[in-house]
């Protein structure tokens, strides 16, 4: 029998998440898993977030039962288990030496883009709720403990050329790419979380990968110092990317 591949993409929030969680499923090899730590998460933390209680009676409070389900389960018996994880989920309390059993993929984003997307859905966020300093972190156990750098992508070099990219990311992790990953159905799929009516909506909207990004915005004021705190993470993480050497599809 065929050993389960357990993908691990590890993301902050308003980082191409969810895009690239939809591609992963349009595969006929992968089953998919939307944030498992989010109700675990909440329930430590204790944070307000939209649909909170909501979310934590649909999940698995426990971290160590969701630790297991990453590790053992082998949902619909697929040979691609690809679980889309929120480094801000990964707070001090919970473990994670298990990540040293995944394949661990890391997805960055500039910081200002980040911010300025995720202040419109909850306000005032802090270092902790963007999860760049969680990122570093588990960058740094792969790398501590492995002696290998892990896989580190930027969103923006999947906008400039989807295509590429993803063919680069299947060959570094050592499966195919397929060209069904660069489109999906309009409306969410089926396996996102009960959050995704509130999260999810520009790509509920979309069939594919935006080809290029707005300029730049500005940062507001009253997050000037979590930007700069996460734009130096941002370059330090940027510092071992994977490249994006052919710029045309």
């Given at each position: 029998m065929t050993q389960t591949k357990?993908?691990?993409?590890?993301?902050?929030?308003?980082?191409?998440?969810?895009?690239?969680?939809?591609?992963?499923?349009?595969?006929?090899d992968t089953a998919v898993w939307d944030e498992p730590?989010?109700?675990?998460?909440?329930?430590?933390?204790?944070?307000?977030h939209p649909m909170k209680d909501e979310i934590i009676t649909a999940g698995d409070a426990n971290p160590e039962t969701v630790i297991s389900k990453c590790l053992y389960s082998v949902p619909n018996n697929k040979p691609l288990f690809y679980q889309k994880h929120m480094t801000q989920h990964?707070?001090?309390?919970?473990?994670?030496?298990?990540?040293?059993?995944?394949?661990?993929?890391f997805l960055i984003r500039h910081p200002a883009r980040v911010l300025a997307s995720y202040a419109k859905k909850r306000n005032d966020p802090t270092l902790d709720d963007i999860g760049f300093s969680q990122q570093a972190e588990l960058i740094d156990l792969v790398l501590r403990e492995s002696g290998t750098a892990p896989l580190v992508v930027d969103s923006a070099d999947i906008h400039?050329?989807?295509?590429?990219?993803?063919?680069?990311i299947c060959s570094?992790?050592?499966?195919?790419?397929?060209?069904?990953?660069?489109?999906?159905?309009?409306g969410g799929n089926t396996q996102d979380g009960i959050w995704a009516r509130h999260w999810y909506g520009a790509v509920?909207?979309?069939?594919?990968?935006?080809?290029?990004?707005?300029p730049m915005p500005a940062v507001a004021p009253s997050l000037h110092d979590v930007f700069q705190q996460a734009k130096y993470l941002y370059d330090r993480m940027s510092e071992i990317k994977l490249s994006l050497s052919t710029r045309s599809a």
């Open positions: 357990r993908l691990a993409m590890w993301s902050g929030p308003r980082n191409l998440s969810t895009a690239m969680m939809y591609a992963f499923a349009q595969r006929s730590f989010y109700a675990a998460y909440l329930t430590a933390t204790g944070l307000n990964m707070i001090s309390s919970f473990r994670r030496d298990w990540i040293l059993d995944q394949t661990n993929v400039d050329n989807p295509k590429v990219m993803l063919t680069k570094t992790i050592g499966i195919s790419f397929e060209e069904q990953m660069l489109q999906w159905p309009k509920w909207n979309s069939t594919g990968f935006a080809r290029s990004e707005s």
